[in-house]
T-cell receptor, first 113, second 110 residues
Framework: EPEVTQTPSHQVTQMGQEVILRCVPI?????FYWYRQILGQKVEFLVSFYNNEISEKSEIFDDQFSVERPDGSNFTLKIRSTKLEDSAMYFC???????????FGPGTRLTVT | DAKTTQPTSMDCAEGRAANLPCNHSTISGNEYVYWYRQIHSQGPQYIIH???NNETNEMASLIITEDRKSSTLILPHATLRDTAVYYCIVKNNQGGKLIFGQGTELSVKP
């Protein structure tokens, strides 16, 4: 069964450094998402992406964040200058259409020290 | 998107049916009810969704009341691996984002 994959599973970085989190969505899916979950808190929507552009973003997704689909398979989330409060699990998801169910990856645990 | 209300936690005996309720009294006509679950620290997992008819798949059944103001997710024979946080989410078909609440923490006990 196809699944969403994410790398790395755990990333440790120092405050102020740039990180890139990578996702490979399910191959015939057209909509891509990033969510995050701070330890002990709710899963929060960050951004959705369709047809090579952002379709929606939350207040969390400020200028420090960017997303890209550099080729036909990868979908990346970049945090330009990490802060301590960016420490969280980051989940990538994809769906065939915008109104279809979303399938989530296993997540990347980002720890900012 | 309409708000949902779920109990904070529930217990269920292994092998018995788990019935997880959800209230969504402000749901509008074009909004679907989705259920996801999250097993500890893993990515959320899609379970089932419906508009107004009851739905069943290999994982669960979804019962939606006739007025659509509430629904129940049924896991017919709960196992220890069903221990997770279950999220009921109401979503329209315009935008893709999912808005997660706190969900119901289901503990399946031997």
């Amino acid at each position: 069964e196809p699944e969403v994959t994410q790398t790395p599973s755990h990333q440790v970085t120092q405050m102020g450094q740039e990180v890139i989190l990578r996702c490979v969505p399910i191959s015939n899916h057209l909509y891509f998402y990033w969510y995050r979950q701070i330890l002990g808190q709710k899963v929060e929507f960050l951004v959705s992406f369709y047809n090579n552009e952002i379709s929606e973003k939350s207040e969390i997704f400020d200028d420090q964040f960017s997303v890209e689909r550099p080729d036909g398979s990868n979908f990346t989330l970049k945090i330009r200058s990490t802060k301590l409060e960016d420490s969280a699990m980051y989940f990538c998801a994809s769906s065939r259409q915008g109104d279809y169910e979303q399938y989530f990856g296993p997540g990347t645990r980002l720890t900012v020290t | 998107d309409a708000k949902t209300t779920q109990p904070t936690s529930m217990d269920c005996a292994e092998g018995r049916a788990a019935n997880l309720p959800c209230n969504h009294s402000t749901i509008s006509g074009n909004e679907y009810v989705y259920w996801y679950r999250q097993i500890h620290s893993q990515g959320p997992q899609y379970i089932i969704h419906g508009l107004k008819n009851n739905e069943t798949n290999e994982m669960a059944s979804l019962i939606i009341t006739e007025d659509r103001k509430s629904s129940t997710l049924i896991l017919p024979h709960a196992t220890l691996r069903d221990t997770a946080v279950y999220y009921c989410i109401v979503k329209n078909n315009q935008g893709g984002k999912l808005i997660f609440g706190q969900g119901t923490e289901l503990s399946v006990k031997p």
